[in-house]
């Protein structure tokens, strides 16, 4: 018996020996979804209006001042353009609409106020513009700065009327002679990605 259990023993070491350890392998998906976000939003200055009731702003027009600023920030995970544009080719006035008033007497500058201001991660138009109703880019991110929240993507548009700067009307709204009218136009602010 002594034989037989010595035998069984070494039996059982032999085939111990022999056996493979078992592999077992696992899968684990791992997955990152962006969501890209790119809003645009107002925060004041959303209705720009001027009124002319005086010789010298029909002269020399009324330029930019807290009445006549838009304020806008750019949420983005993106770098970005903003573009402007007015819907019609004029303003058209709305007691007579056969009374139109040319865009360029309306006048835009472009300034960063957040705290990506420095100059140097946007172009910006720099000087006036006049208004047009084909897209402007007016702001362009530099260098792979523009994604970002709205403390650094401010913006602040600085409007003016009548005054004749660079681009503008170079007539006086004097000199032009338009009725008297309440003249209007939509401005569209466009975020693309770039």
């Known amino acids: 018996m002594k034989k037989l259990s010595v035998?069984?023993?070494?039996?059982?070491?032999?085939?111990?020996?022999?056996?493979?350890?078992?592999?077992?392998?696992?899968?684990?998906?791992?997955?990152?979804?962006?969501?890209?976000?790119?809003?645009?939003?107002?925060?004041?200055?959303?209705?720009?209006?001027?009124?002319?009731?005086?010789?010298?702003?029909?002269?020399?027009?009324?330029?930019?001042?807290?009445?006549?600023?838009?304020?806008?920030?750019?949420?983005?995970?993106?770098?970005?353009?903003?573009?402007?544009?007015?819907?019609?080719?004029?303003?058209?006035?709305?007691?007579?609409?056969?009374?139109?008033?040319?865009?360029?007497?309306?006048?835009?500058?472009?300034v960063s106020t957040g705290t990506g201001g420095d100059g140097t991660q946007w172009n910006l138009p720099g000087a006036v513009a006049a208004l047009t109703n084909s897209a402007v880019p007016v702001v362009n991110s530099i260098a792979t700065f523009g994604a970002g929240d709205i403390t650094q993507n401010a913006f602040q548009i600085q409007w003016e009327m009548g005054t004749g700067g660079t681009g503008m009307n170079g007539q006086s709204l004097l000199q032009q002679s338009l009725a008297p009218d309440r003249y209007t136009t939509n401005v569209f602010l466009v975020l693309v990605p770039q």
């Open 7 to 110: 035998l069984f023993v070494g039996l059982l070491l032999g085939i111990a020996t022999i056996a493979q350890p078992v592999v077992d392998n696992a899968i684990i998906p791992v997955a990152v979804n962006l969501n890209s976000i790119l809003r645009l939003n107002v925060t004041s200055g959303g209705n720009i209006e001027w009124t002319v009731n005086t010789i010298d702003q029909y002269q020399n027009g009324i330029a930019t001042g807290p009445r006549y600023q838009t304020d806008f920030t750019v949420a983005s995970s993106v770098d970005f353009d903003v573009n402007l544009y007015a819907e019609d080719g004029t303003l058209l006035g709305t007691d007579d609409v056969n009374n139109t008033m040319p865009l360029d007497n309306i006048g835009y500058n472009v």
